[in-house]
Nanobody
Framework: QVQLVESGGGLVQAGGSLRLSCAASGRTFSNYAMGWFRQAPGKEREFVAA????????WYADSVKGRFTISRDNAKNTVYLQMNILKPEDTAVYYCAAGRSGNMVRTTPGYWGQGTQVTVSS
């Protein structure tokens, strides 16, 4: 089992920045690729970003490329999502996820956090 706890959400004005954190516990963190997803009201959950177990590969949704950066610190068992130039359409609950590979974490993560709310005002 892998337990994931997100933090760092909040209310920010358009154009602002936030950094989300996801602390993992349980199985060896460095064995897992990590990802972020989001779900806006009335919409399906969507992929945002992912990072390989060693951090050498990253993937992003087209909607966040150039604005969001995913990173990880395996010594701290933590993955981050730096979000810049935020837009009202980024408003959603953001979920951390873990998977056994970069492909799996983007498609069928094995583990999910409880989510953290991000609200971007116009």
């Amino acid at each position: 089992q892998v337990q994931l706890v997100e933090s760092g959400g909040g209310l920010v004005q358009a154009g602002g920045s936030l950094r989300l954190s996801c602390a993992a516990s349980g199985r060896t963190f460095s064995n897992y690729a990590m990802g972020w997803f989001r779900q806006a009201p009335g919409k399906e959950r969507e992929f945002v970003a992912a990072i390989s177990w060693g951090g050498g590969s990253t993937w992003y949704a087209d909607s966040v490329k150039g604005r969001f950066t995913i990173s990880r610190d395996n010594a701290k068992n933590t993955v981050y999502l730096q979000m810049n130039i935020l837009k009202p359409e980024d408003t959603a609950v953001y979920y951390c996820a873990a998977g056994r590979s970069g492909n799996m974490v983007r498609t069928t993560p094995g583990y999910w956090g409880q989510g953290t709310q991000v609200t971007v005002s116009s």
